[in-house]
């Protein structure tokens, strides 16, 4: 079985069409307005539009609001729903009924101890994604695309228990490793294929998919 990639921060039709034009699964919209990779709703919408049946749209929210997540889900019309903040196992349970979305539910890692908080959502979340947990003392404050890794070994054994997605500081060149240590079933890029924050390099893009399904699990 190949592995599956999501290109995640997509928020023009060019860099939409260099994700698909490389066989990309997933795209990930962001609605963070803190983040550069931010795209309104409006655009997302044409986005998602321009894109279904070629690949899976994905809402990325942090900590919304139940209302706007339900907003966002009625005008995008998203695949899949990802929450990237603190959402406790009562708020996701709720964003999923008013959705009516399948959800990724991202947990943040700095430690194996961190990951033991994907148990909490395993029966509400179709998916668990790890991502790097941003540090304070590295001056990061985005909950994720900060472009920095964690220690892989913190998922030793994880493949055996639960498929997940792989985030957090992949880039074309460390991806192929990346799988090959933890047995992902698929990843998640965002800054790892961009020219600068929030500007997608459709090179790195294809680069970044090749060696992703190139690669073999340990």
Not at 36 to 49: E, L
Not at 110 to 136: R, V
Not at 149 to 162: I, N, Y
Not at 177 to 199: F, H, K, Y
Request: charged share 25%.
């Amino acid at each position: 079985m190949s592995v599956e990639v999501k290109i995640c921060g997509i928020k023009s039709f060019e860099a939409l069409d260099a994700a698909l034009e490389a066989n990309a699964d997933y795209i990930g919209l962001v609605f963070y307005t803190k983040s550069p990779r931010y795209v309104d709703v409006d655009t997302a919408a044409a986005i998602a539009q321009r894109m279904r049946g070629r690949a899976k749209s994905v809402a990325l929210l942090v900590d919304p609001e139940l209302d706007e997540a339900a907003r966002i889900s009625e005008i995008v019309n998203p695949d899949i729903i990802q929450l990237h903040g603190d959402e406790s196992p009562e708020t996701l349970s709720a964003i999923a009924k008013v959705t009516a979305r399948p959800i990724i539910k991202a947990v943040r890692v700095a430690s194996q101890t961190d990951t033991l908080i994907a148990d909490s959502f395993d029966d509400i979340a179709q998916t668990i994604l790890f991502d790097a947990k941003p540090l304070a003392a590295e001056g990061l404050n985005l909950p994720g695309g900060n472009g920095v890794p964690f220690d892989w070994r913190a998922l030793d054994g994880m493949s055996r228990k639960r498929r997940f997605i792989l985030s957090g500081g992949l880039t074309p060149e460390n991806v192929k490793d990346a799988i090959t240590l933890t047995g992902a079933t698929a990843v998640d890029v965002s800054s790892g294929v961009e020219s600068s924050p929030g500007e997608k390099d459709p090179d790195r893009i294809r680069q970044f998919i090749e060696r992703a399904r190139s690669a073999e699990h340990s």
